[in-house]
């Protein structure tokens, strides 16, 4: 018999119970999978932020605007190539919590030069830019409500009390997955000639454009030196840095998932090293056995340790399986329900490291009952019954 065979009938010595370890395993790399995900979805707006782009918030605080009167004096320091601005709207679709999805004013024409990862056709961009009260939306939401350009939309204001209404007048892709297309954008100007004087010319941040990215430093630190004593000093950094600042907020949430994904890990080593443990004292005498034919302590040891490789591979094989369309339905419904997150989200490299994952904890977990299984002398072991 070979070593291989010798390796597949010891695994199939208890079916149930290997079926049930590698259940186990896959249900635990799926939820690892899932975990990893939910981490790499918080991050995957920082890795989509552009070397070029510097974000000017109110130094204040991150919920605090700005006057609209700072974006010209802004446009005149030495470096800077463009320059928008943007404000969090917050509107709501209906009665329903989950009618609720990313809203923002912006400058149209500004708006898309600077955002030029968006994608959106030509005669849309026009009729966007040329209607005072018009909408570009996410092509999810879109498809989300049924909406098409010509399409009329009101939103329930929770940040601007009343009901706002605007025309859809085109429909925006992005190109890269790590963006979302779950978001409507409107001119600032509808809102702006309906506020009250004291709220009328504050917007929530500027977005700048800067014409060499090794001079962003140089630039930002040039843009809060011109607002240093003014009543709203500001605060610009790269965008990145600045989506990492806002992901710092949720640091806690963060830290709680990645301890509960290392902890899904070490359920998988305790369920494979137990299944593991009861397979070797039921052969301990057939084990002494093949030690008493001649089998070197390293050849016993490495037989255990196959079969636990084993283990670990159909547990990491099923759970990357059965994790992608699970983690997929979870990544659409984030990103449906909350601006900023992209809905169609996956790395591979998560789902490689979950493979990886379970074939390391089934080899560590494999090491003590393969080193015990030595350890008896052979003679006991021969006397020793299941």
């Known amino acids: 018999m070979t070593f291989g065979r010798l390796v597949w009938k010891d695994l199939l010595r208890n079916p149930l ?13 799926m939820a690892f999978i899932f975990l990893h995900t939910v981490v790499d979805l918080f991050y995957s707006s920082a890795e989509s932020a552009q070397a070029d782009r510097l974000f000017t918030r109110a130094k204040a605080s991150i919920t605090a605007d700005l006057p609209l009167s700072y974006l010209p004096r802004i446009s005149t320091v030495p470096g800077v190539d463009d320059i928008t601005f943007y404000g969090f709207f917050g509107g709501r679709y209906g009665e329903s919590q989950r009618d609720f999805f990313g809203s923002a004013f912006v400058d149209p024409p500004s708006f898309m030069r600077v955002f030029d990862e968006l994608v959106v056709a030509p005669q849309q961009v026009a009729a966007f830019q040329a209607d005072p009260c018009g909408a570009l939306i996410g092509k999810d939401l879109a498809k989300r409500y049924g909406w098409k350009p010509g399409d009329r939309v009101t939103l329930k204001g929770t940040i601007y009390p009343g009901e706002w209404t605007f025309n859809v007048r085109g429909i925006y892709d992005v190109r890269t997955a790590s963006l979302d297309k779950n978001s409507l954008f409107f001119p600032y100007r509808c809102l702006n000639e309906k506020l009250p004087d004291e709220r009328k010319d504050r917007v929530g941040a500027f977005l700048i454009r800067v014409a060499d990215p090794s001079r962003s430093a140089a630039v930002s630190s040039a843009v809060d030196a011109m607002f240093a004593n003014s009543p709203y000093p500001t605060r610009t950094e790269s965008e990145r840095a600045a989506t990492l600042g806002f992901i710092s907020m949720l640091s806690a949430i963060i830290t709680a998932v990645q301890v509960v994904a290392t902890v899904i890990l070490l359920i998988i080593l305790l369920v494979i090293g137990n ?3 009861m397979s070797v004292r039921e052969r301990t005498r057939d084990l002494s056995t093949l030690r008493a034919l001649g089998f070197k302590s390293g050849r016993v040891v490495s037989l255990v340790l196959f079969e636990s490789l084993a283990i670990g591979l159909a547990s990491g094989g ?13 990544v659409a419904v984030v990103g449906s329900q909350m601006g900023g997150f992209p809905s169609d989200f996956m790395r591979e490299s998560t789902l490689v490291l979950g493979a990886l ?6 080899l560590l977990a494999g090491i003590i009952p393969a080193l015990r299984a030595v350890r008896i002398p052979v003679a006991e072991g021969l006397r020793k019954v299941a």
Do not use: H, N, S, Y
Not at 357 to 362: K, S, T
């Open 17 to 29: 119970r290997l079926a049930l370890t590698v259940l186990a395993g896959a249900v635990g790399v």
């Open 275 to 277: 299944t593991l443990a």
């Open 318 to 330: 099923l759970g990357v399986l059965i994790a992608p369309p699970l983690v997929r339905g979870f």
């Open 357 to 362: 994952a379970a074939v390391g904890v089934a």
